[in-house]
Each structure stands twice: as C-alpha cells, then as structure tokens.
C-alpha cells in the first residue's frame, strides 16, 4: 500500500484531491492542512514527508495583487517551500507532485506554450512559482513533477465561476473582460489528473518534468461567463463584453494563458477534456453548497 502526502489540504483543490483518494483504499492517504504542516518550516516538512511515497502540493501563496506588494512572502510559500519539500522528497525517495501556474509565462503568445517554452513571468505571483518550479527541477530532477495550471474554478473556494453566479442574483447586467484568453479548469477534474499522475509516477511509467493540467480548448472570461449563466439557465446575453482596462489590478494579467498538452502521452495518459464538457460535469455533479447548484 502506497502512502501519500497531500500538502494544502484544506483548499478547494486540496479537498476535491482528497475525495478522489478517498475512492482509493489501496492507498494511505495523510491530509496536511496549513495548521497541520507549515511548509515554510523546513523541518516541520522532513518531518511530514517522512514515511510517504508520494507527495502532491497544493499549498501555495494564491493571492496574486498580493504577491505584488509582498513578493518575499509569496516567494517564500511559492519558492522557498517547494524547496523544502522537493530536499524532503530527494531525501526519502518520495516523488513529488507540485501544482504550479500558466503565470511564468508572459501571456503575448498566439498558439498554445509548450511544456518547455520559455518562461518569463510578468508579476511577482508568476516570479514566485517560477521559483517553485526550480526548485523541484533542482532537487528532484528523476522523480519531481511539475503540473501548470489555470482558470481553477470548484466547489470549495473562491473562483469566478462563484463570482459571476454571486453577481447575477446582485446585478441586472456584468461587464467582464473579452481579451484575456485561457482555459477553465474544473479542479475536480484536475485532482483526478493529479491523482494518475501520480499513479504513473510510483509506477515508473511517467518521465519527469513539466506537464499542463488545464482543459483543452479556449475561452475568455467573457466566454466563460456566458457559459455558466446557460447552465443555470440565466440569459447570456446579460455578459457584456469590456476590455481589461476597465479593472485596473496591482498585478498585470498575462493576455494569453492557453496552454498546450504534449507530454501527458509520455507517461500514458490522456489530457484533461474540452472545458465544454467538465463545466458541464461540474454543474450536473456537485450537490449544494457547491456555488452554481441551487439549495
């Protein structure tokens, strides 16, 4: 039976990670909450990882206008304690996990980044993820594995798809921004991505290195308002499309953040599907409290 550490537990992608284990009983699973395990601690984290054959992270500093006036702090949650965990794991032989970000990129392409395109993060959250990203590079570089998300919307935290159904009960009409583009990404879905994955690891099958944990496809913020409101049934054509200059944030947004999903067939595993399809999931499945079911 293999033991898994899961870091971050009590976020929204933590908690789905959990319920998907929690259909496992091959494996032992360890939820380490940020009461439970600060991974900023580098002892703390020797001490959490020690026993487990596999680790997947999802504690992370996530406030990104944050990270703008607080880079050290974000730097040190992002960066840092990856660094931590990623010396724990090469100390004990755990494989790693780490759920890092599409913000190391610049955001000016026009087809989707490769796995291994360049980065060059323009605010201080994609800095300090990129930091991360090193760090398992550096100390893991057989057995660390690296999973970009973005556009994470689920049942357990904030996110925009809980923001546009919050507004459309406040607000006859929302203005929201048609030219930022991406991928929306259940987090349900991705738990379970991360979950074979890690699977794949442990089993030798999946080489190292960097893979991309969105849903095929693209949309834009605009898009993707309009979807949800056609799944709770609202009128779509209360979105109305603006520009991103209308919302002035400390931190400059990436214009592009389509990802591509190459390297999932080298560990033999199929990408997540089209955001279509799981938004639709992700609205049939959830029971309340979930933000788009109705109680």
Known sequence: MSRVLVTGAGGMLGRDLLAVLDSRPDLKVTAATRAEVDITDAAAVRAAVAGHDLVVNTAAWTDVDGAEEQEAAATAVNGDAVGHLAAACAATGARLVHVSTDYVFPGDGTTPYAEDAPTAPINAYGRSKLAGERAVARFLPETGYVVRTA?????????????????????????????????????????????????????????????????????????????????????????????????????????????????????????????????????????????????
């Open 151 to 295: 556009w994470l919307y689920g049942a357990h935290g904030p996110n925009f798809v809980a923001t546009m159904l919050r507004l459309a009960e406040q607000r006859e009409h929302l203005d929201v921004v048609d030219d930022q583009h991406g991928q929306p990404t259940w987090s349900y879905a991705l738990a379970a991505q991360l979950v074979a994955l890690g699977d794949a690891a442990l089993a030798g099958r999946a080489p190292a290195g960097v893979y991309h944990g969105t849903c095929a496809g693209q949309t834009t913020w605009y898009g993707l308002a309009r979807a949800v409101f056609t799944l709770r049934g609202l009128d779509p054509d209360r979105i109305r499309p603006t520009t991103s200059d209308r919302f002035r944030r400390p931190a400059p947004r990436p214009a592009y953040s389509v990802l591509g999903h190459g390297r999932w067939a080298a560990a033999g595993l199929p990408p997540l599907p089209d955001w279509h399809t799981t938004l639709a999931d992700a609205f049939a499945s959830a029971a309340p409290p979930a933000p788009w079911k109705v109680a």
